[in-house]
């Protein structure tokens, strides 16, 4: 992995929002890490649980790459998250399409790529931030996402989240610069494929098999009317069958 220089925060409002505004004036490869952040955004326009104890992390990236091609960078850094996280845990990590981590049945990680494009279609900069609920939260999570959000460790311990990080890192540069292959492992790590899931479309609820993901990281729904493929969005798994 080459050198990318690392900004280490304290809190910030959005190591997201931070990572865009350096964009401006920082041309290589950057990692913005902080201990929590007072306005940490998830997907969809949500917020994310930021308290300190858990990793908070963005990385300013400059790939070359269309605009449209940059959502394989969410799919890399799911693989190398579950693969980090696997490593100094043990227990199994799996991805919930799009772009989620659960070990034991829990959100334990959220992933948002952001991009900066050009008027051409190009991509000046992608921010690719991850958040891990690393550690139990003093007072428990806050009371919307108590039931699905998890943990990895109970108690804090000195260097784990380093570590964490460091893995986190080896295993997305594999993927990002040496162009290893991740999509087969996505796919297996997947913990909705053969599972009855529902999806909401222009405001409308659909229900459908989740039955493939396509190798650019496009869900394939199959429902009554067909096949379906999607390229974003939320799911929610129905029945396990
Ligand atoms: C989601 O679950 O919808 C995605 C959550 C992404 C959270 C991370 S934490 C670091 C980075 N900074 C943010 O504001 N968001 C991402």
């Avoid at 950057?30 to 326009?45: C, H, N, P, V």
């Avoid at 990080?165 to 913990?191: C, D």
């Avoid at 409308?204 to 396509?214: L, M, P, W």
Wanted: with cysteine; glycine share 10%.
């Amino acid at each position: 992995m080459r050198n990318i220089k690392i900004y280490s925060l304290c809190v910030t409002d959005s190591t997201n929002s931070f990572a865009k505004t350096l964009s401006d004036k920082e041309k290589n490869d950057a990692l913005i890490i902080a201990e929590r952040q007072t306005a940490g955004r998830g997907r969809m326009g949500r917020s994310f649980y930021s308290e300190k104890g858990g990793v908070y992390m963005s990385l300013l990236l400059h790939p070359e790459c269309e605009l449209s091609d940059a959502v394989c960078i969410t799919s890399m850094a799911a693989v190398a998250v579950a693969r980090a996280i696997e490593k100094h845990t043990q227990k199994k990590a799996y991805i919930k399409w799009v772009n989620d981590i659960y070990v034991d049945n829990k959100k334990v990680c959220g992933i948002l790529c952001e991009g900066g494009g050009t008027l051409g279609g190009g991509l000046d900069y992608a921010v690719l931030g991850v958040g891990i609920n690393l550690f139990k939260p003093k007072g428990g999570f806050p009371e919307d996402i108590k039931d699905i959000a998890g943990y990895l460790f109970e108690n804090e311990q000195n260097g784990l989240k380093d570590k964490i990080i460091n893995s986190f890192l080896n295993e997305f540069f594999l993927f990002y610069e040496e162009k290893k292959e991740y999509m087969p492992e996505y796919k297996n790590r997947s913990n909705i494929l053969g599972k009855q899931i529902s999806y909401t479309e222009n405001g409308k609820e659909y229900k459908g098999i989740a039955q493939d993901i396509t190798d650019n990281g496009n869900l394939v729904i199959k429902n009554e009317n067909g096949i379906c493929i999607k390229n974003s969005g939320e799911i929610k798994i129905v029945k396990n069958f």
